[in-house]
């Protein structure tokens, strides 16, 4: 089994270059309190918030900070937050963070901050202990590369051919189930869970694919290494971008579905969240900060999968092929800005336990 990450790129460099992950966060604001009003609270004030896909804690800050506000207005008194990702996660950071400005825990210093290096695929915390659970921008990365997969020529679900994308559609439906069931044993009768993903409308002609433009840019990347004999076609072939966007059907699947006796859904639908940095090339013009940033975002997120998944098997040093796949990303945007869009809808879907 191929892993799909190991994590984001660590050493703060996720924190810094995650604009685009704190706009989506502040976007469920409204969600995230209609969550909290939905929540059944145990009756001794004693909350647990799980943070699902915590990363390095920059914008788990934010929402875990906004969340024990709102647990607090309804009399919440002695809360815990479990921060869980995988054991690659740079923790160190996290730490850092949570005793640095900007802590929830300046505002909130009686609540108790526990880590749970494991992957969300699974179970990660006591049945029946979670009040509250969130996740942002972490529930459409796959758990794995699919199996048997041969797409010489593209790199993501968007462009894949019609059987390989059936591979990748079925790897990321079998990794929603365990992701939810997970959260159902995890969830206190009347516990709420609140994800923020990258989203399709899979019923529109044409179908918009979360992030279909940068991948598009990606891709015109790898197959440049190829071509110039940094990358093996093979390994190319045998990797998809490991991330996938569902549309709102494919969320609530389960919830309707397996998970019927278990979960109720009280909310799952698509917004749109702008790319800041589109969104400031537009206001500056200046297409040199446009590129860096853009492809410094980009690296924050998928670096850790580029290397496991392509250039591990590349001609050179892993780093080096890193640096020169990020460097063609820099001259592209610069030389052609607006051929790259990050047309993004984000999907947004609150469960409780029955």
Known sequence: MTKATTGMKGDGYYDAHSSFQSDVAASGAALLKQAVDATRLPADGGVTVADYGCGEGKNSMAIVGSALDLLAGRGATEPSVLHSDLPTNDWDSLAANLSGAGSYLEKHPNARALFAPRGFFERVTARASVTLGTSGSAAHWLSRQPAGLHMPDALYRSDAPPAERDKILAQAASDWLDFLTARADELQPGGVLLVQMLGSDGNADPVRVSAAGLLKLMNECARQMIEDGDVPQDAYAAYCFPVVPRTIEEAAAPVNGPLADRLELLHCGLTAVPSPYHVALEKTGDVEAFATGYTAFTRAFSETSLRQGLFSTGKGD????????????????????????FDDLTLAITVRRR
């Open 318 to 341: 892993p780093a080096a092929l890193a640096d020169r796949f990020f460097a063609l990303m820099v001259e592209k945007l610069t030389a052609n800005p607006g051929d790259y869009p």
